[in-house]
């Protein structure tokens, strides 16, 4: 019987490729969705098609309401950045970081774990391309499965040990890109952007966008998703 | 200036005398409510009215689906046991036990303190009347601490460093009892159980209940709260 899998899923191509590697490492995957109130909402959309496309088990969402504390361009009416050279995104921790994201994700995926018996983790996490973040951090991950370890009913009672898997850690985007496309992932359902129009067309223009692009172009590849501008 | 302090408040005796214990040491207190779709929503209600009585600088209510995930009698249509002895009580883990939950909440409390400027957290967790309850130990609460360094833009960037406390961590009920009372916490606006009529009267019979009335009974002190069977 395959082990079982949380997989964290936004709809961006990060976690859809982390998706498509949990299905092709054997593991039985149930992706979860954690809508926290975020202004993509149509990434909340992308995530139901592209675990029906991937051929997730079962796909369920959470609400958490993070704009209730505050505090990031993603949950507030602080405007998104445009426009940012790749200097300007390396550098610092960029104000679409939203508080503890990560914690309060891997927290609510434990959570799911523990209810559907899965001892296996999956966060899209980016050392590289999202340096700024701490918590897409291995030192910051590795914490977490350590605490996962002592949380846990499931782990204390001895039935499993936590891992969390961040394959795409240490992948440069086009990497990722490349990663995602060998094994079959339909990038047109993705959508990346901080800053979508009404119907649902990034705007090229915010960090997500040019990181993404950034990363379709080096690797030589189309991106597929609809753009304003292009 | 005072330092500021995110508090986890539910509305029981537990999170109230933390928040009392809280504004004792003279911390800025930002009382932080999770609503993770708990049946007892009347402690929703309680939490409000305790944070203006204690004085909390602010109170916050952040609401997380926790059903959406499943697995607990306080969130699905599992029957609350009633009726249970001392040492069934203090005997494994109960099914009232939330998947993850102080990992879910202390996450959130962490965000927002985050966003206010705080470092310092302060939970109600006690390692002696929930001893089944793996994220109560010392141990959890140590891990998380040390998470919450690695997980923050703000103690990345050596603004400093976050303190978890859970002052109740040792005491008995009636120590608990007591201590609360000594600091000038009303009871009366307290609410500990799980399963309440509808006009938020205790069952009296539920866990909760039952080390509610025995920490009463112990520090020879009568609990305000109303109850259906008395």
Do not use: W
Not at 62 to 84: E, M, N, Y
Not at 157 to 180: Q, Y
């Amino acid at each position: 019987m395959p082990q079982r899998a949380v997989v964290l899923l936004s709809g961006g191509i990060d976690s859809s490729t982390t998706l498509a590697v949990a299905l092709q490492q054997g593991f039985e995957t149930y992706a979860l969705t954690v809508d926290y109130g975020q202004r993509h909402r149509r990434e909340l959309e992308c995530a139901g098609r592209i675990a029906r496309h991937l051929g997730a088990s079962r796909h369920t969402t959470v609400r958490v309401d993070l704009r209730a504390i505050g505090g990031s361009a993603l949950t507030d009416a602080i405007p998104v950045p445009l426009d940012r050279s790749d200097a300007e995104i390396a550098h610092g921790i960029p104000i679409t970081y939203v508080p503890a994201r990560n914690t309060v994700l891997l927290s609510l995926a434990l959570g799911h774990a523990e209810v559907v018996g899965a001892f296996d983790l999956f966060i899209g996490a980016n050392a590289i391309d999202y340096s700024g973040y701490p918590d897409c951090r291995p030192e910051y991950l590795a914490q977490f499965e350590r605490l996962a370890n002592l949380a846990t009913k499931a782990a204390v009672e001895g039935r499993g040990t936590f891992r969390v898997h961040a394959p795409l850690l240490r992948l440069t985007k086009a990497e990722i890109v490349r990663r995602g496309a060998e094994l079959g992932v339909d990038f047109s359902l993705t959508l990346s952007c901080y800053n979508p129009d009404d119907t649902g067309r990034a705007c090229g223009r915010c960090d997500s966008c040019r990181l993404r692009l950034k990363g379709f172009a080096e690797a030589g590849l189309r991106d597929p998703a609809a753009y304003v501008t292009q």
